[in-house]
């Protein structure tokens, strides 16, 4: 059976000479649930951008190799297109209408699709939001509206869930609870979801496969579990081990440690 999503050896070009993306591919098998791991600036966004569409509203583009959804070409077209074939992304930075309540968020967003609104669908998956539902969306915490920005991308009912850096600036606490309520929408709902996060710990425990980029290039691949528990990966991903002394030293054996670079 093809994966849902198929990236292919795509190149990424902004503005229009800066070369971000060199050459990624990944594979995102159906009702899985994929992680894209690695520091900030490493391309992350770009490559969820690139799918869903928006890198266009950034002045970029594919310009090599292809992406498919559910066997059709899709790079390079408008992100309205893409969102309607069921590809829906969650970018970073929680994008919600802070100025409307919670209640008023889920039916601005549901009217802007052309869905019934189903507040029971959100709260179902973050309980937090039920006891906030008439809190305007700026009041509440960084964890809850990032549930509230999950919770809206549900509305529209996604078969591929793209969420960015979703554990951005919060308490561990909170990026638990956070990330519950995702295993659980993956779970029940049979949603695919395409994960880009910089908390590989967090990531690995509830991915079935990841991929770790680095410079705009795929670095490392594999199964979750296996990923967990590469020497490499859980010195510089997962924080088990720390270089001896600091600064220029400390980055040499960073660069020297890393079979990768």
Not at 7 to 26: A, C, F, Q, R
Request: aromatic share 8%; hydrophobic share 40%; charged share 30%.
């Amino acid at each position: 059976m093809p994966p849902l999503l198929e990236v292919n050896n795509i190149e990424v070009v902004y503005h229009p000479y800066i070369l971000v993306l060199k050459g990624i591919s990944i594979s995102v098998p159906e009702k899985s649930i994929v992680a894209v791991l690695g520091p900030n600036g490493a391309g992350k966004t770009t490559l969820l951008k690139s799918i869903s569409g928006l890198v266009k509203l950034d002045r970029g583009r594919v310009t090599r190799g292809w992406i498919k959804y559910a066997g059709m070409r899709i790079e390079n077209r408008d992100p309205e297109d893409v969102s309607r074939l069921g590809v829906i992304y969650v970018a970073e930075g929680r994008r919600i209408f802070r100025e409307l309540t919670v209640e008023e968020n889920i039916e601005a967003v549901a009217y802007a699709w052309g869905v019934l609104a189903d507040p029971e669908l959100v709260y179902r998956y973050f309980p937090r939001l039920r006891a906030r539902r008439r809190s305007r969306a700026g009041y509440l915490s960084g964890g809850e509206q990032q549930m509230l920005a999950i919770g809206l991308a549900l509305l529209a009912k996604p078969r591929l869930l793209m969420l960015d850096e979703p554990s951005l600036g919060l308490a561990p606490k909170v990026v638990h609870e956070v990330y519950e309520g995702i295993k659980r929408l993956h779970e029940e709902e049979g949603v695919t979801i395409l994960l880009a996060e910089q908390n590989a710990r967090k990531a690995l425990e509830i991915a079935d496969y990841g991929y770790i980029i680095e410079n705009g290039k795929i670095v490392m691949e594999g199964p979750a579990e296996r990923l967990r528990e590469d020497k490499d990966v859980q010195e510089f991903y997962l924080g088990l081990k720390k270089a001896e002394g600091g600064g220029y030293r400390a980055a040499k054996w960073y660069r020297r440690k890393k079979r990768w670079v």
